[in-house]
């Protein structure tokens, strides 16, 4: 009876180091809820929807049906291109960042996908990459067994814990550098498509086009012209260029 008692208490005192153990390694662990985006499910989801309406808008027109309903398929199809491709493409998971370590815990799939969980040591990353981008942004790692991990973020799910693990990030890798002798294969931070002579290029190329289109427009004078396609190539050209001043500024500091 008392090697019962003994092999007892000697179990639950077990079961409480490992608790204790756990709730020690929770002060030292930083979690992030970060929903990541499958640009070709987007891409593929988006390109159906906006296909759909157009059909439907066609066979409206030869049928002339009323004007409201092209009304209301409008509204239905902005809709559908807002929040349909988002829910289809998208995925929850959950970073868990230590001094030894980044876990990836996969809460929910995207379509299709059966993506498993991950676990990376500081010492394993070669190097990392964030690009901003309009609608996606990019992070990037680059493993130093050859694997590169790559992961899409909405910029509209502002809900998450993403910004937050950006600096996070930051903080750790700055920190893993300056510890021992890790400065001789430190993890580097890759430069951004607007940091690049490529990106310069298509800067300058993007701005010459937006200057000379009204110059072009006052003389040819044209009697038609698409104008959600110009102010969308406008967006787009403005969006990238002032990303390339603003990294060649913050270079320049």
């Not at 079961?15 to 020690?24: E, S």
């Amino acid at each position: 009876m008392d090697l019962l008692c003994g092999s007892a208490e000697t179990v639950f005192k077990f079961a409480g180091q490992q608790q204790a153990g756990k709730r020690w390694l929770l002060l030292f662990m930083d979690v992030f809820k970060i929903k990541v985006t499958a640009l070709p499910i987007y891409s593929i989801s988006s390109t159906f929807i906006a296909l759909i309406g157009m059909s439907l808008g066609v066979y409206m027109a030869i049928m002339h049906v009323n004007d409201v309903y092209f009304f209301i398929l409008i509204l239905f199809g902005l809709a559908a291109l807002v929040f349909i491709p988002d829910l289809l493409s998208t995925a929850s998971t959950e970073w868990s960042i230590t001094e030894k370590e980044i876990k990836i815990k996969w809460l929910s799939q995207f379509l299709f996908h059966k993506t498993q969980d991950q676990t990376i040591t500081w010492d394993n990353i070669e190097e990392y990459k964030f690009q901003l981008q309009r609608r996606f942004s990019f992070f990037k790692l680059k493993l130093r067994d050859n694997i590169s991990l790559k992961y899409w973020h909405s910029n509209s799910a502002v809900e998450d814990d993403f910004d937050a693990f950006l600096i996070n990030f930051q903080k750790h890798v700055l920190k893993f550098n300056d510890e021992g002798i890790n400065f001789l294969h430190g993890i580097k931070r890759s430069k951004t498509i607007y940091e690049t002579t490529g990106g310069l290029a298509l800067a300058l190329i993007l701005t010459a086009f937006m200057i000379s289109f009204p110059i072009l427009f006052v003389q040819l004078k044209p009697h038609k012209v698409d104008w959600i396609y110009i102010i969308a190539a406008y967006s787009g050209g403005i969006y990238f260029t002032s990303q390339v001043i603003a990294f060649r500024r913050k270079k320049k500091q």
